[in-house]
């Protein structure tokens, strides 16, 4: 029998960005998270829930755009942290030291606000991006970026806000992080080997990129992020039953990890639908009346991109690395969500 654990809503410890007031994460009252002895933690619910309702509302703690042609493309998010809405190129405003295109913030006030956390990952993208997608992939560069922001977004809230992390079970900001799924015994040792290359390449701590942690934990850090990261879409994902015309999800224009939503667990029969918001916040949305003590699930993929089982079961093999055991329910070694 799984061990239910009942969660009361924190108040977060979120990068806190000069001139930028941040919208407080939402947590439904009647969500919990309980602990299964197969699949880990997950969401449940303690009571009813009716359709439409919102169950959570998390902000990313880290976030990258993930376009293309990034100079040229209105679909770029403002690299501000508080902001993450799309910044279209005729009013953006470029990093003053042209690390990439790919960072930009919507206006100086936003570009002012992110001098800290940009501050630390902009050498270090001046230095590298170029060579790692050149001699590696772009994948291997969103992977390290996402890493990168990740450190950025630590940094910020060791040396800027000195707030204590939480001892609840609801773990917000750093704590939310390591208390993610993932490790190097989760992922093939070919694939472990190239992610410890790619550390002791491009992410030892260094005058260039400051993190101060031991290249086993920044490894570490990947397999966690490779477990839990969100592509991020301009639809929602997960309806079920599918809609007739079908209509998907759209492409895609971000990844970003979350400390709480990364909790769900993956269904093809989901009563969650998620999808992020204008803020890059992720929002879990019932898709039908939940009854107490029901998990609550998403789906990993686009449904209308596989619409038999078949299928499914075949690309969860393939892309999510899941054992199936019965017709709806299966268990992930490990996965991978990210931007593809």
């Known amino acids: 029998m799984s061990e239910v654990v009942y969660i009361t809503t924190e108040p977060s ?18 969500l919990i998270e309980s602990v299964d002895a197969i699949k880990g933690r997950q969401f449940r619910v303690s009571g009813p829930i009716p359709k439409g309702a919102c169950l959570l509302i998390d902000s990313p703690y880290a976030i990258i755009p993930v376009v293309d042609e990034p100079a040229h493309n209105d679909n770029l998010i403002c690299s501000n942290p508080a902001c993450n809405r799309q910044a279209p190129r005729h009013i953006r405003t470029p990093c003053p030291n042209a690390c990439i295109p790919d960072v930009t913030w ?9 001098s800290l956390r940009h501050g630390f990952e902009c050498a270090w993208l001046k230095r590298y991006a170029g060579t790692i997608r050149s ?9 390290l970026w996402v890493i990168v922001r990740l450190l950025a977004a630590r940094h910020c809230q060791l040396h800027e ?4 992390e939480s001892t609840g079970h609801w773990k917000p900001g750093w704590s939310g992080i390591e208390s993610l799924c993932g490790s190097e015994e989760t992922w093939p040792h070919d694939k472990v080997r190239s992610w410890s ?6 992410l030892r701590s260094s005058p260039a990129l400051p993190h101060e942690m031991t290249a086993d934990r920044v490894l570490h850090l990947i397999c966690q992020e490779e477990a839990n990261s969100f592509g991020l879409y301009p639809r929602e994902t997960g309806h079920f039953p ?14 970003a990890v979350y400390p709480t939503a990364a909790m769900a667990n993956h269904s093809c029969l989901p009563n969650i639908i998620h999808k992020a918001d204008d803020k890059g916040r992720m929002v879990f949305t019932a898709s039908r009346d939940i009854y107490p003590g029901e998990e609550c699930c998403i789906s990993y993929f686009d449904l209308t991109q596989y619409s038999d089982l078949t ?28 931007y593809d």
């Open 13 to 30: 410890d979120r990068i806190q960005v000069k001139g930028i007031t941040q919208t407080p994460d939402l947590i439904h009252p009647q």
């Open 161 to 164: 806000v000195g707030v204590a």
């Open 106 to 114: 919507c206006d100086s006030t936003c570009r002012d606000a992110d």
């Open 311 to 338: 299928s499914r079961r075949e690309h969860l093999r393939k892309s999510f690395r899941f054992v199936y055991l019965k017709e709806t329910y299966y268990i992930a070694l490990y996965h991978n969500t990210t």
């Open 242 to 255: 599918v809609p007739n015309p079908p209509v998907d999800r759209g492409e895609q224009f971000a990844a």
């Open 197 to 202: 290359v790619l550390v002791k390449k491009y």
């Open 135 to 143: 001699k590696w992939s772009e994948y291997d560069f969103g992977m």
